[in-house]
């Protein structure tokens, strides 16, 4: 007799020929014994095989992708942005003739502390200088949108030579990754220390900070931010506040900025329902920075949160922020110069919002500019809020 078993542990389930002894009381015809040998030939015999082949996707789309993607990446393993910057697995050469020397034999891992959309952020120890980082990776692909958002980054930080932004370290590119190392914040983002709220002073301290940061950003670099929200703005334990990520930052033509992109949550009226929402000016961060600041002073965000339901509640935030009154500050805890000033940054009409001349000339800024305000406490109080908070959670 012959029979056929089954591997289950396989996936497509495939037989094989399994061929018993023929029982000497019921002799098997020659005609059963004829085609278990005609099965056993079939089975066992290694036949030439033919060579696999892969086609790919016959579509205009894969192969500009493809082709723009090899313009990007030479034979020898370097990134060329078009001649602006050119990154390798020891660092990052500009087009200005600026050049970092960095690699990841020199970077000792320390521990995650962050993780994004495109990669996660990790802090690195640079042995050659027995600096602290913060190395970001970005995951390559066939994207020219997160090649143009790395370009944008990158030519940003090593220009950007301000007290109000983090510093840069240099970049290097290996296996289909680009890694660049910043100014580890050691506090970490803003979103992770307001708890309930900020005092005023603190509050003024941080404005004033991120507006600098800002005017820095539009009038030495014609850059406009495109996403001002307290996860991206950095902390250290020095007290000091700094501006980070610009991968969605653009060059300002005219004083117009091009493309709708940044985080709904905090966009202006104008570039949610708007005829002219592709192009926008600067004031559109300034309403930003506005609802930043009622975040930070109140301890949470003013607007309706998105949960499971996201499309009906996306629906609800947006419709609040361009139809809804602009939020404030509660008039028990801040000044009155305080709520003026944040006033005047969510004024609805967009030519309505100071610039950031005028907001660093504000009476709340002026005020608080003069006055000490001790930052390195409340830097260590809101840490040390979060671990009591941290452990409280993770308690049984």
């Known amino acids: 007799m012959w029979s056929v ?48 082949l892969m086609k790919l996707p016959d579509s205009d789309s894969v192969k500009n992708d493809f082709f723009k993607f090899s313009e990007f990446v ?3 393993g370097k990134l060329n942005f078009n001649g602006k910057a050119i990154i390798h697995a020891q660092g990052v050469d500009f087009s200005n003739g600026t050049s970092y020397k960095i690699n990841m034999q020199e970077l000792k891992v ?37 090649l143009k958002q790395i370009l944008m980054e990158l030519d940003i930080l090593h220009k950007a030579k301000s007290e109000y932004i983090v510093d840069f370290y240099g970049a290097f590119f290996i296996e289909s990754c680009v890694y660049y190392c910043m100014e580890y914040m050691d506090a970490g983002s803003l979103d992770k220390l307001y708890g309930n709220g900020v005092p005023e ?32 703005v950095l902390v250290n334990r020095a007290g000091e506040v700094k501006l980070c990520d610009f991968g969605v930052s653009g060059q300002l033509t005219q004083s117009l ?7 709904q949550s905090y966009m202006a009226p104008e570039r949610i329902h708007s005829s002219e929402a592709s192009t926008y000016t600067v004031q559109s961060d300034v309403w930003s920075l506005g609802l930043a600041m009622v975040e930070l002073g109140t301890g949470k965000y003013p607007y309706p949160v998105p949960d499971k339901n ?3 509640s996306m629906f609800v935030q947006l419709n609040a922020i361009v139809t809804g009154t602009p939020p404030s500050l509660p008039e028990d805890k801040f000044s009155e110069e305080c709520r003026d000033f944040v006033a005047q940054c969510l004024s609805k009409r967009p030519q309505d919002r100071p610039t950031y001349k005028q907001l660093l000339a504000h009476t709340f800024l002026v005020k608080y500019e003069e006055l000490e305000v001790d930052m390195k406490s409340w830097v260590e109080q809101a840490l040390s809020l979060r671990k009591n908070e941290e452990n409280e959670q993770n308690e049984p």
């Open 310 to 312: 996201e499309q009906i």
């Open 257 to 263: 900025a091009k493309t709708n992109i940044g985080c």
């Open 201 to 232: 002073d603190v509050l003024a301290k941080i404005t004033n900070s991120m507006v600098k940061g800002l005017s820095f950003l539009k009038d030495k670099l014609n850059i406009i931010h495109r996403d001002v929200k307290p996860t991206n």
């Open 5 to 52: 078993a089954k591997r289950e542990h396989q996936r497509p389930i495939f037989a094989t020929l399994v061929v018993t002894d023929v029982k000497p009381e019921t002799p098997a015809s020659p005609d059963k014994l004829l085609l278990a040998q005609h099965y056993i030939s079939r089975m066992t015999t290694k036949a030439p095989r033919k060579p696999l």
């Open 110 to 146: 320390m521990e995650e502390i962050g993780k994004g959309q495109y990669g996660t952020v990790q802090k690195v120890f640079h042995i050659p200088t027995n600096v602290t980082m913060a190395m970001k990776e970005i995951r390559l692909e066939l994207d020219q949108a997160k």
């Open 74 to 76: 030479d034979p020898s």
